[in-house]
């Protein structure tokens, strides 16, 4: 599969020929030749052929029949394998072992049960309309996940993955208290602009700049950084509205007093604030990011409904995989009895160490190789609050505080604002925090989870808690793990994403965007083309 | 009004304090000295008193009856002066020289009716649920505006006032092609990451930085511009998917193809594209921000519904304002005929240029007052689609595309995303290039917008064009500006802040944060509250 393709109609590669405009135009001669030559983004993105759904049109066409397909897990890779080859009229089988569709896409709510792998089961308490994502919960605009939202007719609304009114806290660091992400950014930005406008002002640079570039370098760190002007040094005082403010711009004479004191730059630098900002321009997690209206289930919902829930079998845990000459033999467990299903080919999208699991004819290699991928560990606990203190109290309406603490993170909802009730993610985690939780009772969890959330929030993160659950994903059956990683994508990585016989793999896992639905999207899109090439011309 | 208390119960300033700390503690110690104070943004703001609505009970305690208060002008902050006062059981009367409320905050729908001071009028053909807000169109989280959202029931979702996806766009720079936010962030932060780093690590800030603190400078540039190690010159070479994909990453080998090509520092500099960052960190514009489902009029709409219609009259211009006294008498113009309307107060929230062509007996000084703002040119247009291109061909869902163009900026809706039609803000601009708009017939506002659209989406902004309407806040009778801006808040912005006799003026022209609802809305509950106290002690 080829990736891309720099070379142009005119056998001129297109970086080429930019490079050469770099080394011999003026300034500014590179970004204007780069539009002219339509390399913007949605123009490149056009050179690559977009995905063709199999058409039952396809075998009319070739007076050939859709084949019978055995699609073993009912996850986002299963279920959208089984919706792209049901288009063209493919005999699917969806077997899965839990008695619900979405695998790690699941949205806990009110009256659930949720057990886990060592027989502890949590009835969720949460009031009508709360709900968690307990998997994955956030979209970016650019991925494949949302054109199946478009296609299904899933409703969408932004998730809100940045606020400028959240906090930032590094206990590790000193901080007795959280900071507004709006406040450390001001500070930070403004001491590196002051510090970078000294260096240039003194000549510091000028074997990197021109007089014209530092010129310009200098206005723009005058307003990124809100510095003062040479005559002040260019000195960051943080007098700017953008730390926030303690007294709010209002009517007649208040006209708002800006929030001090201003930290020195050694301990803005020494608070470590910093580092979480990169994250927003995570070509993954930069705002703008979506969610489905009434959480993420709706996508497995809309997709099982699309396949038809009489090709889904739940309660049906895989226990052989046999590959044969001509097809493919399933053999599963359902209600304490072992039954088969025969196919033509099977595509397998259970995760790699569940499968290494499962006896099979594919040979070492393939053991082997469903062995390398490491699972990951990763946890949340959702805090139903009676009321929206966040909002009310605190002015944060929706948004991520990011923290050293081994809850990580706590999420505010991104929708239902005012609203009497509110769920908190108290703790999104991973690794080692994470194995912390998964290793405790629920309310052991909880109690923890609410003495780490205090640090940020108060005593009010301890009042008001109308229910909660708490999921730990490598104690999840079937499941066990948030997701996978590859050491290395080796011949491992190389050997599952080709056919083993008439045995395909398929998920996130064999995808370059591991832990997002969008993987799997791709790597069901990819399977899918694949298997329907060779059914036509088998 | 007293704006802040920096002195704690102690006697010793804080702020004083905190110096201290600052100048004996290590690392750290103020960021930690200052969360162990409380001042964090919660702490602080409750220093300030709240607002507190007069109640009918102040009345019945002491003895007193409610007055009689004539309101000139159901924009917002008239609607917010009445529904305040209604809650005492004053008797207001709001004169409206409309036929509608809500002033300048307008939402424009198919069906409405759109004149302008000339006689121009446009029929709106907008489909069902296509709306434009007109007027204002954004609320900061902590703005009092989502104050009154929540009691008076106005479902808010969230506003997209930032996208990374959007575009970014100088055409007097040479850029012949847009570039997406993400892009130019990549670049522009990589490149200052390298230069700060550089000079760093030569020691060129030597006199400003600790060793550690150099230290912890470089590990944050190295995550914050993804810049390479010193071995390679801490050079930014534009190779992380921050800066975007050309070729997503997907399935199997699908590595996915960061876009190239990266231009030069000289390039980016050149570019300009660097001066929109800092509108991000803005108190007023910084994500997260909010809407009313459904568009902003909700809120004038549930302000006259809480203060009841028959205390509303729509279609009375007014035309003489009397101090008496010992009250007030207003002349309106209602179907041709002048009435009268006698009140114990007059609040008058109409602009301060419309206010000043109305004659008064309020003296010299007043109108002088009156006439020093200056009215502010801005305009919007509003194209209605028939399909949401920006979303299926661009994959921007959401957000503000920046030029230097006349149309200044495009905004893409903040909701509805995937739905068959969509409405694109054309152009959202100020001065100079507002008038420009304003001078033409709203056909040729179409057109030019078109023409300046399409540098940034080519061909297809022409296309599918289903319903379109402008406004220009200029020519629009009674209003007459988008908003005013002070020369200086001097003696008549003082002067007007103070009653006139039993004259109160309010609007957001007389608050800290003009052009905005936030500021009608303190000014609103600034007057209730002074008007209230008086009465009281009447």
Chains 1, 2 share one sequence.
Not at 55 to 79: E, I, N, T, W
Not at 124 to 134: L, V
Not at 430 to 456: E, N, P, V, W
Request: net charge positive; glycine share 14%; aromatic share 10%.
């Amino acid at each position: 599969m080829a990736i891309t393709d720099e070379t142009s109609g005119t056998g001129v590669s297109r970086r080429g020929f930019l490079s050469r405009v770099g080394a011999t135009g003026g300034a500014g001669a590179m970004f204007a030749t780069m539009g002219a030559l339509g390399l913007a983004p949605s123009a490149e993105a056009a050179t690559r052929a977009p995905f063709q759904p199999p058409r039952a049109s396809d075998f009319r066409l070739r007076g050939r029949g859709a084949a019978k397909v055995a699609v073993l897990g009912a996850g986002v890779a299963g279920l959208a394998t089984a919706y792209e080859l049901g288009k063209a009229g493919y005999d699917v089988t969806i077997l899965e072992a839990q008695d619900r569709v979405g695998g790690r896409n699941r949205t806990l709510r009110g009256g659930d049960r949720l057990a886990e792998m060592d027989g502890a089961t949590q009835r969720i308490g949460f009031g009508k309309g709360t709900y968690m994502n307990a998997g994955p919960a956030r979209i970016a605009q650019w991925m494949t996940t949302m054109d199946y939202c478009r296609e299904l007719g899933v409703p969408l609304e932004v998730f809100t993955n940045s606020n400028a009114d959240a906090y930032l806290f590094n206990e590790s660091a000193g901080m007795k208290a959280p900071v507004r992400w709006r406040t450390a950014k001001a500070d930070m930005y403004g001491y590196i602009s002051e510090l970078l406008a000294k260096a240039t002002d003194q000549g510091a640079l000028d074997q990197r700049l021109t007089a014209v570039d530092k010129e310009r370098l200098l206005s723009f760190l005058s307003g990124f950084g809100a510095i003062g002007s040479k005559a002040d040094g260019f000195a960051y005082k943080g007098t700017d509205g953008r730390r926030g403010y303690s007294v709010n711009p209002g009517a007649a004479d208040t006209e708002g007093t800006v929030l001090g004191s201003v930290p020195s730059l050694g301990d803005v630098f020494a608070s470590g604030v910093g580092r979480y900002f990169s994250f927003e321009f995570g070509y993954s997690q930069a705002m703008l990011m979506f969610q489905p209206v009434g959480g993420m289930d709706a996508i497995p919902r809309a997709l099982a409904e699309a396949v038809g829930q009489r090709k889904i079998r739940t309660g049906c845990a895989v226990s052989k995989i046999t590959n044969l000459a001509g097809g493919v033999q399933i053999e599963y467990e359902q209600d304490g009895r072992t039954r088969t299903l025969a196919a033509d080919y099977c595509v397998a999208t259970l995760p790699p160490h569940v499968l290494a699991k499962i006896p099979h004819n594919l040979g070492a290699n393939v053991q082997a190789a469903l062995g390398t991928p490491v699972p990951v560990s990763t946890g949340k606990i959702g805090l139903e609050y009676r009321g929206r203190w966040w909002e009310d109290e605190e002015r944060i309406y929706g948004g991520i505080t990011n923290t050293d603490l081994d809850l990580s993170t706590i999420w505010y909802p991104s929708s239902g604002h005012h609203s009497e009730r509110g769920l908190v993610v108290g703790y999104y985690n991973f690794g080692a925090a994470a194995d912390t939780y998964a290793r405790m009772a629920h309310a052991d969890r909880l109690r923890r989870a609410l003495d780490q959330g205090a640090k940020i929030h108060g005593d009010r993160y301890r009042k008001g808690l109308a229910a909660s659950a708490s999921i730990a994903w490598i104690r999840q059956p079937h499941i066990q793990g948030g997701w996978i990683s590859w050491p290395s994508r080796g011949a491992e990585y190389a050997l599952l994403n080709r056919p083993q016989g008439n045995v395909y793999f398929s998920g996130d896992w064999l995808s370059y965007e591991i832990a997002w639905q969008h993987g799997s999207f791709e790597s069901a899109r990819k399977v899918v083309t694949e298997l329907h090439q060779r059914v036509l011309k088998s």
